[in-house]
T-cell receptor
Framework: AQSVSQHNHHVILSEAASLELGCNYSYGGTVNLFWYVQYPGQHLQLLLK??????LVKGIKGFEAEFIKSKFSFNLRKPSVQWSDTAEYFCASHTGANNLFFGTGTRLTVIP | NAGVTQTPKFQVLKTGQSMTLQCAQDMNHEYMSWYRQDPGMGLRLIHY???????DQGEVPNGYNVSRSTTEDFPLRLLSAAPSQTSVYFC?????????????FGQGTRLTVV
């Protein structure tokens, strides 16, 4: 069965600190991976996605993620976070069917 | 272009009441789905539809009904609300067979059942 795990439930960082949020998926076949962000009171927005090719993908707002097939991981990174990055971040996977499977989310709090 | 529109944004129900959460999209997307978001559990799929007249169950369908009479609309019905259905509900849409491009989400409906 397909599943996505996010082990960091709540991360607190100071502005300018570097960020890495973990995401592991369980599916052994071809998989598409996503990171979504949900700012307080808003709907989910796509940060970045990986389908194939270069395993290092760059998204909006300076975020990037690296697909490591051998580790079944798709960790999200940002070199220097800002207060405006305070949000909840969701990793998601998609295989052949039409549905996205979401992780439980990681709440990021950035302290000015 | 409005994207995905959900109504209402907030709702309080008494146990046993019924209601319908509305979802409409104006992008001519074939695929639509409903998720519920609960603390510590992420988003879980309730029901989905791959086109008008076609619906199917997701991960947590019990207590919810859906129908898809038009491409634009995908309402979610709670026939007899229970406190366990207190949650934030998100509707999403995508072009058929292209859920791997991007799913567009509505702004959510926060439902409280007392």
């Amino acid at each position: 069965a397909q599943s996505v795990s996010q082990h960091n439930h709540h991360v607190i960082l100071s502005e300018a600190a570097s960020l890495e949020l973990g995401c592991n998926y369980s599916y052994g076949g071809t998989v598409n991976l996503f990171w979504y962000v949900q700012y307080p009171g808003q709907h989910l927005q796509l940060l970045l996605k990986y389908f194939s090719g270069d395993p290092l993908v760059k998204g909006i707002k300076g975020f990037e993620a690296e697909f490591i097939k051998s580790k079944f991981s798709f960790n999200l990174r940002k070199p220097s976070v800002q207060w405006s990055d305070t949000a909840e971040y969701f990793c998601a996977s998609h295989t052949g069917a039409n549905n996205l499977f979401f992780g439980t989310g990681t709440r990021l709090t950035v302290i000015p | 272009n409005a994207g995905v529109t959900q109504t209402p944004k907030f709702q309080v129900l008494k146990t046993g009441q019924s209601m319908t959460l509305q979802c409409a999209q104006d992008m001519n997307h074939e695929y639509m789905s409903w998720y519920r978001q609960d603390p510590g559990m992420g988003l879980r799929l309730i029901h989905y539809s791959v086109g008008a007249g076609i619906t199917d169950q997701g991960e947590v369908p019990n207590g919810y009904n859906v129908s898809r009479s038009t491409t634009e609309d995908f309402p979610l019905r709670l026939l007899s609300a229970a406190p366990s259905q207190t949650s934030v509900y998100f509707c999403a849409s995508a072009p058929r067979g292209k859920m791997n491009t991007e799913a567009f989400f509505g702004q959510g409906t926060r439902l409280t059942v007392v």
